[in-house]
DNA sequence: AAAATGACTCTTT
DNA sequence: GAAAGAGCCATTT
């Protein structure tokens, strides 16, 4: 089919990415995280920074914590107001020396679709 | 219309 | 094991 090369990503709009990514990262039970990187496999694009960049906008209203990067790390600059979260949440955390104090153990609450 | 920005990821040194 | 650089995507100015 001449279609292969479109088919790489949906005919969706623009400014409905947001809204993907929005949505993705509601799905997103509690007690369970997700990369950057995951939730743009998930839209069919590989832009992880787009992701980021969407829930610097409009994650406000949405449950950005459960989107870490993909060492385990708190999204940056975040670490201290994400925290309380994953605590509420029971999410498996990890003593670190750095500056965010914490690692998420991805490999215990990676969310799949 | 083009350039710059950013809550990223991967590979290599 | 840590650090650096290049790559990729969508939005904003």
Same mark, same amino acid.
């Given at each position: 089919m001449p279609q292969a090369a479109a088919a790489r990503r949906a005919p969706e709009p623009p400014a409905g990415f947001v809204e993907a990514v929005l949505a993705v990262v509601d799905d997103i039970p509690p007690g369970c995280v997700a990369t950057y990187g995951d939730v743009a496999a998930i839209l069919g694009s590989r832009g992880a920074r787009a992701v980021g960049q969407v829930m610097a906008r409009y994650?406000?209203?949405?449950? $950005? $914590?459960r989107v870490v990067r993909a060492g385990g790390r708190p999204p940056s600059g975040h670490a201290a107001s994400a925290r309380p979260h994953y605590d509420a949440e029971g999410t498996p955390l990890v003593a670190t020396t *750095?500056? *965010?104090g914490y690692r998420i153990v991805i490999a215990a609450c990676r969310w799949r679709p």
């Amino acid at each position: 089919m001449p279609q292969a090369a479109a088919a790489r990503r949906a005919p969706e709009p623009p400014a409905g990415f947001v809204e993907a990514v929005l949505a993705v990262v509601d799905d997103i039970p509690p007690g369970c995280v997700a990369t950057y990187g995951d939730v743009a496999a998930i839209l069919g694009s590989r832009g992880a920074r787009a992701v980021g960049q969407v829930m610097a906008r409009y994650g406000s209203d949405a449950p $950005w $914590w459960r989107v870490v990067r993909a060492g385990g790390r708190p999204p940056s600059g975040h670490a201290a107001s994400a925290r309380p979260h994953y605590d509420a949440e029971g999410t498996p955390l990890v003593a670190t020396t *750095d500056e *965010d104090g914490y690692r998420i153990v991805i490999a215990a609450c990676r969310w799949r679709p």
